[in-house]
Structure formats: structure tokens, C-alpha cells
């Protein structure tokens, strides 16, 4: 197992390392006189490698003052780079490319640089990995979720602050609620909380090289249940018929027949 081990983290090291910088160079328009510069941590490749050592991360630019206010629609300035966080509403986009298309057609020349970070099951805080001891995205984070009692989690991963300072975020969609949804509106004022927090976390740093402004911010809300009357979809969203209230003797002799219920489709 410790020699498994071994070769996942030397795997994971060149990756970072190596990797990640090598494709988003590659990425560079051709003839472009901007040089682009990604190096994930401070630890010398080497050092790595050779003696073993775990990565040091550059971190985020912590910022003073009220931040800026987030207006829409975006603007897309040469150079942006657009980073999407969440569950599953996120992390789905991934299995088709349809925005990215999308956003490279209508923005040719921009030389934007998109990255979805979304994975099923993260919330504004809690963001476990299993290659990272600390499962939680910002200070405090455990606050809002006293009923995770243990993470098991063992390794360097970067941390999801780490992550957007690799990535060097300018504008950030993030996707939550929809898990949080099913918590039931005795769950509204703790979600309002935590993603308030978030939003300041967020919001109080820069994730650029040598920033100086923090990231702009945009909350994407799921969708609500729209109720259907399509015939293959009424099983799902039509509501569950209530029995009428039982008729006397006299309004029964006098009352028309009732209709039969109908059952909700299964197809």
C-alpha cells in the first residue's frame, strides 16, 4: 500500500508541475506577445521529486476594503479567466461543452480561460477531497456544519483558495443551493449564513499573480420545480390527488356520480 502510495503522489507532483502549466501554454493564441506565466507551487520541481518534499501552494493576495460591485451582464476583457464552482449543477456542464462553445463562438478573440471546479456534494464550505486532510474552503467553515464529525482524507491536494490562485481567477459563477434545498426551509437561515460567508471569503483576496482586485462574483441559483402537464412527465411533477371529504347519506343520494381517479402516468 505505502509503495502505491508513493507512486500516486509522484504521479500527482508532475502533473502539478509539469502538466498543467504545459497545456495552459499551449492553450496561447499563436503570434500573441503576451507571456503567459503558471507555476503551482513554490517548491522547486526538484525538491519534489528527488527529496520528497511536499509542495508549498502560492496563496491568494489578501485585500483591504469594500470590494467593488459586481454588475451584469459581465463584460469579458482580454485575458479572463472564468471559473465555475458548485455541486452537481456546476459539475454536470462538464459532461457536455455546449457553454464552452458557446463562449469561445461569441468571444473569439478574448483569449479567455475557462475552468470548472464544480464536483457533486460541495457546499460554499464544506469541499472535501480525499487527497487533502482539512475538508473545509475558508476559516469558520466548520460552523455551519456541526454534524460532520470527521474527515479521512490524507495528502497535499491543494485547497480550493490554492486551486483558484493556480487557475488565477478574475470572475467566479458559483452554483449552490441544490443540495442545500432539500434541508427544507429549516435550513434557509444556516445556507443564507454560509454562503454570506463565502461571498466575503471570497470577495477579501485576489487571485491573480500580483492582483490587486478580487474576483467578480456571480451566484447561479438552480432553477425551481416547474410543474408540467406533459403526458410522459406527469408522474413526476403532478401533484398526489387528495380524497374528497365523505358524503352524508341525503347528499349521496342527490350527488352526481363521481369521476374515477386517475392514476399519474409511470412512462
Known sequence: MSRLRMIFWRAWIVMVGLMAPGLIRAAEPAGSDVAIDVTATLTPLEKQQID?????????????????????????????????????????MEHGNAFETLLYRQFPNQRITFRNLGF?????????????????????????????KGHFGEGHYPKPDEWLRIVGASTIVAFFGFNESF?????????????TAFVKHTRSR??????????????ASPDGLVVSLAPR???????????????TEAEGRDA????????????
Open 183 to 195: 434541508d427544507g426551509l429549516a435550513g434557509v437561515d444556516n445556507f443564507r449564513n454560509e454562503l
Open 52 to 92: 520528497q518534499q511536499r509542495p508549498i501552494y502560492h496563496q491568494p493576495t489578501p485585500l483591504e476594503g469594500e470590494p467593488p460591485v459586481t454588475s451584469l451582464p459581465l463584460d469579458i476583457p482580454v485575458g479572463e479567466t472564468l471559473v465555475f464552482l458548485g455541486n452537481g449543477l456546476a459539475e454536470r
Open 206 to 219: 485576489s487571485y491573480e499573480a500580483g492582483g490587486t482586485t478580487p474576483p467578480r462574483l456571480v451566484l
Open 256 to 267: 352526481e356520480p363521481a369521476a374515477p381517479a386517475v392514476e399519474p402516468s409511470s412512462t
Open 233 to 247: 412527465r406527469t408522474a413526476a411533477v403532478l401533484p398526489v390527488p387528495q380524497p374528497e371529504p365523505a358524503a
Open 120 to 148: 457533486p456534494g460541495h457546499t460554499p464550505a464544506f469541499r472535501p477531497e480525499a487527497g487533502r486532510s482539512d475538508p473545509w474552503a475558508f476559516p469558520g467553515g466548520e460552523q455551519f456544519h456541526p454534524e460532520i
